[in-house]
């Protein structure tokens, strides 16, 4: 049977009060007042009673008011009164009692069944289904606690005073309910909350008291054994054991009262030791955790570290990717200070040169009209089509840049004329697609009054593009000139050759050779009959007066990046003294990542754009100096490539670079083959005697001399690769191994790069190559002619020493068609810049250059527009040699963009120390073991490597065979037996000094006066400097080269048997002249002696005279020596001048170098005859410093610290600054 649900009865006042807000409600859900009868049942349940009888009587109670105002105010009093007491909670009938909100189940059925009248029958599928008792008995214990809660919420709300007021007086006799129940209220109220508050412990009372019950009455009579079993009547021998038992108990207890004292003392001990070792326990825990602290936080400082480098390096790597987008999202995430503070100075400093842009072009426009007398309107823009580099065949620089950004080329170029054919008096030929896109950009430049920079790579013609844009200004522009082009003196000729091919209509005055010649150009340049004066920069700065006076209408400088110093005096010159409407600059090498050899350019193209160098400084320079930090803050390598990236935002306008794989694609292939070559024993020795002892020993009797620091290290370098590249470049060797001389199977025996092209150029001839050979020594050269002369190859030289008049007809016999010559052999320097040699089709790089553009601009001799075959460059390097470091270097250059090399140290901030660590680690490596290679392995491979198709790989295969026959046959032919020898001379051939071991020998005192030997003054130069041969041009003596040379260099009559690293015959890119029978020549050079006295001691073998000063030199030595050691406390980067091979532009921008070392040498010598020279020579000294090196430098503030300390210093120790008195004659006495 369904159970029915059992209800909760309410009393009838609940459900009445119920009721009455149930009314309520619904008049104010509708917003309408409520009756003052509804009012008073909501207050008094009496009256709600009374309401809702009303109601089921069917009296209107929301109409009628039977309850008086006065009853109402009355039972809200009484309502209010009622609330102001505490109702007694035991009191069962009261609604507060905490029972009485439900009825037991029982009870409710009873009601029910009671109030029916007679059974109802239960259909349990029309009943609904039954209530659980459990969820009414939860209901109840819940509400339950609700009340309980609630009821202790009301008493701990009572007010702190209750039931401290008087009590009222009690009449006597008065009955004990008569008194006032204030006074107990408060204890009544206590009690009730305590007993509430124990609602929790009385129930967990109660559950452990039920707990408690069960075991407590429940029988354990099956668990006790002992119950059951039956009690044994004690005995004598139980007594006498009883007895036993209480004697050893007694017994065991004084043992254990003894052992619980002893052991009490031992733990105080214990206790003590525990205390000692706790302590230093607590130490060594405060000391590992203040270890793990620090560690800690070095750790946590070196992940934050390697977390900011690894953002930097995303950085750095989306601003390489030119991805400005997300290097700005970057930029944000890492909440950079110094990157925004540096976008924010780039930016304002970008959008002034755009405005600076608008305004130069302004101001030439005027110009132009206020020259041509004129009037015109301002250009318009042909269209508004957004122009960038595509539109002139380059690739654009930054392609996602937005359009809401200032477009700085739009800014430039913003009238546009196209070009669709090349000017009519343009008759040597066609011009490429994108030669005539260059002229169209250069015109554009031209329209727009601007100046700009040509940097199309080595090869594209940026010669027969000039020459078009001078040809369409003077045939489409009416603008006959006048012109100036400014080219170096090596590439002379070809411009002469290419005006006279391309343009013969031009008028072109060539402005170069001897005095006469120079005034028969003179008078015409005076006449003005000419339209382009084509000069050098010699001429430039020594004809100045002249050359000035005219306005140029376009300045043209080939080889532009000559203009990067600002010091030289090429540039001042030009900027200076000489006017012109627009300029122009060509060169094949790439911008320079920095930041002075961009604002450069960027001055001299558009002065007065890029007029300030305060304002560059302040914005590229030091961008963070004004931020209010005290110490000079440098440009880390992301900052700078964003500074540089900028700054190419604003001179990509001005610079039209263009590469030969994007606009020449029929351009045949250029392939660069490395090939080692072996060492012979020769080499072997010679290369072990300079690392071991610094010198080469020779036949006859052995001298010993000291070896110099980083100094003789420098030249050890360059004596390691003169045995590379033949160990004939010293006489002494040359003697010992051939004392004949005569050219024979010696010359290529000895030297390993000799015999690879004793086998590669038969080959090379044989298949019709024609081969360019570059050469970094012209005494190597030599040899190589002698080498060639003893195979009876036909060939032709060029080097630094070659006539400028002799230069173009070398170009035309070897460029001849019927050509007899097959190799042309040349200098890199010399001949690597600006000359046209196509027609060959092999570059063979016999040494490597430092500066790998050297090398590149040799290879662009042979790979340029005009040639039909696969040009095959060949790079020779000795294994395991100072050659792979070059090479190394030249690769870290290309690969660090052109950056400062750190290995090669050619920064101004390495120190000697570390170039001297640098030079001993490279002295010190240790060779390895010689790979021994298969013959036949090593000439497949260099088959391969020199064949361009399969045909020839065999044909030089058969080749090899033959040679190997040939030679077989040779030796028997001599009457010789046994095995063939080997081609590189073996050990056993060599003479005994190079196959004996020679004792170190120990180094002699330094401070011995004319211990020290003078060093040999290297020219790492090409031969003679341009100035040099302005002067052989005027004196016009063949032969003069060479006696410049001599100058420099003493004959010695007897010459050592014995050679040191700087006293070896030192060779250079100068050539040995026109006489090249004589490979060696025993010469010695050094710093001429002040007194003259020098050269004639060490020439008749005698000691170094000493020299005796006079008492006034003595005083004015030992104030020089005091200033010096100021001087020498600061700083030791002026003891020496720097080194040519490492610094070669610094000998061309300083015209008079001077160091300490010079400095001191006449200060011992009494040189100087007063102060005042003296201090000329420091200030000279110091100048030279802050003229090399740019603002800010380190070398430039340490000149600057220095000129203060000197200055200071000569004050104080000058004679007190009072006159000086005339100094006597120094008088130099020999002892």
Known sequence: PTISPTTVPFTPEQVAALKCQVVAFRLLARNQPLPAVLQA??????????????????????????????????????????????????????????????????????????????????????????????????????????????????????????????LPAIAPGAPAEAAPSLASQKIRALIEIKSLNLVERQRALREQVVQSMRPACSLSLPLDRSLFRRSRKPTLRDATAIEGIEKRQKQERERRAKQKHLDHLAEITEHGRNLLIAHRTHDVKFQKLGKALLKFHVDAEREEQKRVERVSKERLKALRADDEEGYLKLIDTAKDTRITHLLRQTDSFL???????????????????????????????????????SRFGAVPVFAEETKDKVDYYNVAHRVKETITKQPSILVGGELKGYQLRGLEWMVSLYNNHVNGILADEMGLGKTIQTLSLITYLIETKKQPGPYLVIVPLSTMPNWISEFEKWAPSVRVVSYKGTPAQRKNAQAEIRQGNFQVLLTTYEYIIKDRPLLSKIKWLHMIIDEGHRMKNTQSRLSLTLTQYYSSRYRLILTGTPLQNNLPELWALLNFVLPKIFGSVKSFDEWFNAPFANTGGQDKIELNEEESLLVIRRLHKVLRPFLLRRLKKDVESDLPDKVERVIKCKMSSLQVKLTKQIKEHGMIFTDGPTDTKKATGIRGLQNQIMQLRKICNHPFCFEAVERSIDPTGANDATLYRVAGKFELLDRILPKLFATGHRVLMFFQMTTVMTIFEDYLNFRRIEHLRLDGTTKHEDRSTLLKLFNDPNSKYPIFILSTRAGGLGLNLQTADTVIIFDSDWNPHQDLQAQDRAHRIGQKKEVRILRLVTERSVEEHVMAGAARKIEMDKKIIQAGRYDNKSTAEERDAFLRALLEAEDGEPEDADDADEADMLNEAIARTEEERALFAQMDRDRRAAEEAAWAAAGNTGKLPERLIQEWELPHVYRMDHPKLEPEDESREGARRNRTQVQYDDGMSEEQWLHALEEEEDDDS????????????????????????????????????????????????VNGDDDASRASGGKRRKVQLSPYQEKLRACFEELLTEMENLDNLFNELPARRDYPDYYQHIQRPISLKEIKKKVNNGTYPNTEIFAADIHLMLDNAMIYNQEGSVVYEDARLLRETFNAAYARLTFGGQPREPAPAAGVQAM
């Open 351 to 389: 959008d002034s040169l755009a405005a600076a842009v608008s305004a130069q072009q302004q101001e030439a426009r005027a110009e132009v009209q206020a020259a041509d007398g004129t009037a015109e309107e301002e250009e318009k823009p042909a269209s508004n089509e957004a122009v960038d580099e």
């Open 41 to 166: 049942a909501l207050a008094t349940p009496s009256e709600a009673l009374k309401y809702v009888d009303s109601l089921e009587e069917g009296q209107d109670a929301l109409k009628g008011d039977e309850l008086h105002p006065e009853a109402v105010a009355a039972a809200r009093a009484k309502a209010l009164a009622s609330e102001g007491g505490v109702e007694t909670v035991e009191d069962v009938e009261s609604l507060l009692y905490p029972y009485n909100a439900f009825a037991t189940p029982r009870e409710v059925l009873r009601s029910y069944q009671g109030g029916r009248s007679q059974d109802a029958l239960l259909v349990p599928t029309l009943l609904p289904a039954g209530l659980d008792p459990q969820t009414i008995i939860d209901e109840r214990n819940r509400f339950i606690e609700a009340r309980i809660h609630q009821r202790r919420r009301e008493l701990e709300q009572l007010p702190s005073n209750l039931g401290q007021n008087a």
């Open 1042 to 1089: 060479e006696k410049k040379r001599g100058k420099r260099r003493a004959v010695t009559e007897n010459a050592p048997r014995y050679a040191f690293d700087d006293a070896l015959p030192s060779e250079s890119e100068d050539g040995d002249g026109r006489k090249r029978l004589k490979r060696g020549r025993q010469s010695g050079a050094g710093t001429p002696s």
